[in-house]
């Protein structure tokens, strides 16, 4: 089993900054793919950023691309979200997530373990 606890999430305005940290702890996920989705009231949850086991790789949606970055300290069973430029359309639950190895996949249903989440607001 592998429990993955997000935080780093709150309120921010417009245009700030905020680093999300994802801590996987029982089995690890050294060796697995890592994504971060966010989910806003009344719509899907989506994905944000992924990441592949090793770090070399990584896939971006492209309303965030350029202004957050993903990385992994596996050392650490640690992920990572770094989110600059935010914008009140990121206001949402940050939740991240265990995948498969290979190649990164921004499809949720390729995930298979999920942290609770943690909030990010964005005022304007």
């Known amino acids: 089993q592998v429990q993955l606890v997000e935080s780093g999430g709150g309120l921010v305005q417009a245009g700030g900054s905020l680093r999300l940290s994802c801590a996987a702890s029982g089995r690890t996920f050294s060796g697995y793919n890592v994504g971060w989705f966010r989910q806003a009231p009344g719509k899907e949850r989506d994905v944000v950023a992924a990441i592949n086991w090793s770090g070399s790789s990584a896939y971006y949606a492209d309303s965030v691309k350029g202004r957050f970055t993903i990385s992994r300290d596996n050392a650490k069973n640690t992920v990572y979200l770094q989110m600059s430029s935010l914008k009140p359309e990121d206001t949402a639950v940050y939740y991240c997530?265990?995948?498969?190895?290979?190649?990164?996949?921004?499809?949720?249903?390729?995930?298979?373990?999920w942290g609770q989440g943690t909030q990010v607001t964005v005022s304007s």
């Open positions: 997530a265990r995948g498969r190895a290979g190649v990164v996949t921004p499809s949720k249903y390729e995930y298979d373990y």
